[in-house]
């Protein structure tokens, strides 16, 4: 007990501890995770066919799976000192509400503009594209935290940003785009008229209010058919995962500090770049047999794609002009109910944390959206902090864990992601609050729909 009180609310790393290179957990992977394939041929996607898409050195990082670590440049560094080291925070306050022996501990990645810890990849995916003397780059965004990311990163280095917003989103969520367009983007809802595939998409289904997969067709269609342009992605993308990897670097370099070892490691999974950031470091220990943890990977049950989907190859978007990835997938065509409320709404999974859940190394569970709304209420009522429905998905499994501390009496040691703050989702605040909001998990039959879109190929059979 005495020791535990030298533990602070939060702790904080140096400027001079902060980590000066990303890590990559594939070149501690025995089973490395599947390439991404060219659609056309089903060969292995070259450097040479990624380039048009990516820019130079992303696709270098996109295909390197035995380099361990990457030099963070110092530009980049210096941009990381303005809202980085983020804070480790103990959750004394949750765990005395909870009477649970439990230590909670959470990473915050909500301290910057943008509101998340996608900033942590904007930054660098810009730097490169600026570096390579580009013009600009093109994306989607969804419910809007990677287009004002970008749009900030953006700005700082002084290159163009075009966002593709989900139609929905960017009507129900004016505030996010304004945000962007403060930070000098060009938001456009989509699906559009502005690309071809848009106008293929609104013709077959018109008045639809949109989705990712339909929104990354356009952006990457934006990229490549303008002259010194390239796509960026927030999430999914190894290289995406690279760049994460500073929130479980400098976690773990604070826990090291006090000496602390978690037993378990929980974060919310959408496409997989948070959570593959926080537990990289300290999944590397396990795959090298230095230490062992627990990892869980959190999933709205509206979207289940680890615990309910397949493991194949499968198209990254709707309109599928992307390569094929290798990963736990509901299908490119599955769409979320439309009561889903909490993000975190991609068909996919990255390759990275698919591998390593294929191979037994993680968990995963699923949790229903009015659970992670009361954990979230609850954990903004003791911890100050109003979570992003997102990073909920986290609280309300890091809860239940310290719960069943409460019952055996165990003082597990319990670290958890808290990827960013809900200020632009009041609206689905409000539906809660209301008693408005309900839980819709999708049957089998509806899952088996989305699932008849993967393609099929000798060796890709569902
Ligand atoms: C985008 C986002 C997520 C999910 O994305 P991952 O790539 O799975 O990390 C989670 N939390 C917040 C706040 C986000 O903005």
């Not at 570096?131 to 093109?138: F, I, P, R, S």
């Not at 975190?344 to 659970?371: F, I, K, N, P």
Request: a negative charge.
């Amino acid at each position: 007990m005495s020791d535990e009180k030298k533990i602070p609310y939060k702790i904080y790393l140096e400027e001079n501890e902060m980590p000066d290179s990303w890590y990559n957990v594939r070149a501690d992977m025995k089973n490395k995770p599947a390439p991404l394939l060219n659609p056309g041929t089903l060969n292995p996607l070259t450097f040479e066919e990624m380039r048009g898409i990516f820019c130079d050195e992303l696709c270098r990082q996109e295909l390197d799976d035995t380099t361990a670590y990457f030099e963070i440049p110092e530009e980049i560094r210096k941009f990381y000192k303005m809202y980085r080291p983020s804070p480790l925070v103990r959750a004394y306050c949750l765990e005395e509400k909870l009477q649970t022996p439990a230590k909670i501990y959470y990473k915050f990645e909500g301290n910057n503009t943008s509101g998340s810890h996608k900033l942590n990849s904007a930054i660098a995916q810009a730097y490169y594209a600026k570096k390579q003397g580009l013009k600009g780059v093109t994306t989607e965004t969804g419910a809007g935290q990677w287009g004002t990311a970008l749009s900030m990163a953006c700005a700082y280095l002084g290159l163009d940003c075009q966002v593709y917003m989900v139609k929905c989103s960017y009507e129900q969520k004016p505030f996010r785009r304004e945000v962007m367009r403060t930070y000098g983007a060009n938001v456009t809802p989509s699906p559009s008229d502005t690309t071809e595939v848009g106008r293929k998409i609104l013709k077959e289904f018109p008045g639809t209010t949109g989705s990712l997969g339909c929104a990354i067709s356009e952006a990457v269609e934006a990229a490549t058919a303008q002259e010194g342009y390239r796509y960026v992605l927030g999430s999914v993308l190894t290289q995406v995962l690279l760049h994460q990897s500073i929130i479980g670097l400098e976690a773990k370099a604070a826990m090291d500090k006090y000496g602390i070892k978690p037993d378990m490691i929980i974060g919310c999974a959408g496409g997989g770049s948070n959570l593959g950031g926080l537990i990289s470091p300290f999944m590397g220990e396990k795959l090298r047999g230095e230490a062992d943890y627990r990892f869980i990977a959190v999933e709205p049950a509206s979207c289940p794609s680890l615990t309910r989907g397949k493991y194949v190859y499968d198209f990254c978007d709707t309109g599928k002009v992307c390569p094929l990835a290798k990963m736990y997938t509901l299908g490119s065509g599955f769409m979320p109910a439309p009561n889903h409320a909490g993000g975190l709404r991609y068909h996919g999974m990255s390759s990275v944390l698919s591998q390593l859940y294929d191979d037994g190394y993680m968990e995963a569970v699923s949790v229903e959206q009015t659970s992670v709304f009361k954990a979230a209420q609850e954990f903004a009522r003791v911890e100050g902090i109003l979570p992003a429905p997102e990073s909920s998905h986290a609280i309300k499994v890091a809860i239940d864990e310290a719960l069943k501390c409460k019952e055996t009496g165990e003082e597990k040691t319990i670290l958890f992601g808290l990827t960013g703050t809900g200020y632009f989702d009041m609206v689905a605040y409000g539906r809660y609050n209301d008693g408005e909001m309900s839980d819709y998990i999708p049957t089998d039959e509806e899952l088996a729909k989305g699932l008849a879109g993967v393609p099929k190929f000798p060796g890709n059979e569902i």
